[in-house]
Nanobody, 116 residues
């Protein structure tokens, strides 16, 4: 299991930007797929974006063109760059890392609030 710590959440006005970072605790992270989910109040957790260990990315339709996921295996980190934020992006954002067996480790979550 990989220990993950998110940072970078906060309050931003609509149209603004934020960068979320997810730091992993150990080097085996380099062979993990990773990504970000979010959960808004009263809603189910949904996939925002994910990235394979080789760098292939996938995005939810609602964030495509506005969010960018990236990873730096040397720094054991996965970032989510969020631009043109909307009020509907308000949620707790969770990063995860999935190993070759399919087991997922999760971070504790970071709150993103977009004011309109």
């Amino acid at each position: 299991q990989v220990h993950l710590v998110e940072s970078g959440g906060g309050l931003v006005q609509a149209g603004g930007s934020l960068r979320l970072s997810c730091a992993a605790s150990e080097g085996i992270f380099t062979v993990y797929d990773a990504g970000w989910y979010r959960q808004a109040p009263g809603k189910q957790r949904e996939l925002v974006a994910d990235i394979t260990e080789s760098g292939k990315t996938n995005y939810a339709g609602s964030v495509k063109g506005r969010f960018t996921i990236s990873r730096d295996n040397a720094k054991l980190a996965v970032d989510l760059h969020m631009n043109s934020l909307k009020s509907e992006d308000t949620a707790v954002y969770y990063c995860y890392a999935e190993d070759l067996t399919g087991f997922r480790s999760w971070g504790q979550g970071t709150q993103v609030t977009v004011s309109s």
